[in-house]
């Protein structure tokens, strides 16, 4: 197939499927990124330092790009965004506390945290971190708990699974069940950010939302379970 009908076709596959369904997808991934959008609300709202906000920014940038991408059929970049946001909101708990370590990244690209790291600097320094973090995972509605590992597998190709396989340009464009697979996957991820950040701010209770209180306070199977929750804080 010449590059002209190769480029034709990825042309009519994009189109087809935002004119049929990308109105829907990005409805679907605005629902879906309900928890994690009430955060970052918050967030902007009540913890912005001076230091890091643009990590902030970037992740609200993410989020429009993943609804852009699913929205094109585009699930495979979307999945790559997706697993960015997780990045950068925990890399953000980090850096938005040290400005010197943030200055030494934008002068150097060196420094970045990785995942590890970043969650054994929650589990030392935000008291009650580990056991909040916790209780919330078992209680998880997600059907895979950690969302973060997930979106490594598809992105590294870590399993045939989840290899990619594109025999012409159109074929990243992907049929309308995957794509709806991606939309349900943001909730999860929703929920995973969301899990992170209340136990990061559980202090804060008071003063969050009601509704994501409401989201935490209903997954509580007992209520002992609810008491040694908030006894941590």
């Not at 950690?146 to 990243?172: F, K």
């Amino acid at each position: 197939m010449t590059h002209s009908a190769q480029t034709q076709k990825l042309r009519d596959a994009v189109v087809s499927t935002i004119d049929i369904s990308g109105v829907r997808l990005v409805y679907e991934v605005e629902v879906g990124m309900a928890t994690f959008l009430k955060w970052l609300n918050f967030l902007n709202s009540f913890k912005r330092t001076g230091t890091a906000d643009e990590i902030l920014d970037a992740v609200a940038s993410t989020i429009r790009e993943t609804a852009a991408c699913i929205a094109l059929g585009l699930v495979r970049p979307a999945l790559f965004s997706m697993r960015t946001q997780i990045d950068l909101i925990i890399a953000w708990l980090y850096f938005k506390d040290h400005p010197v370590e943030w200055s030494v990244v934008n002068r150097t690209g060196d420094g970045f945290k990785l995942k590890k790291e970043l969650f054994e600097y929650l589990n030392n320094t935000v008291e009650g971190f580990g056991t909040r973090y916790g209780i919330l995972k078992q209680n998880s509605t997600r059907k895979e708990q950690d969302t973060y590992r997930l979106l490594s597998a598809h992105i590294h190709g870590q399993s045939n699974p989840v290899l990619p396989v594109a025999l012409n340009l159109c074929d990243v464009v992907r049929e309308e069940a995957v794509c709806n697979e991606a939309t349900r996957l943001i909730k999860e991820l929703s929920e995973y950010v969301g899990d992170i950040l209340y136990a990061v701010f559980a202090s804060d209770s008071a003063s969050l939302p009601k509704e994501l209180n409401a989201e935490i306070v209903n997954r509580f199977v007992s209520e002992k379970q609810r008491k040694d929750f908030y006894e941590t804080i």
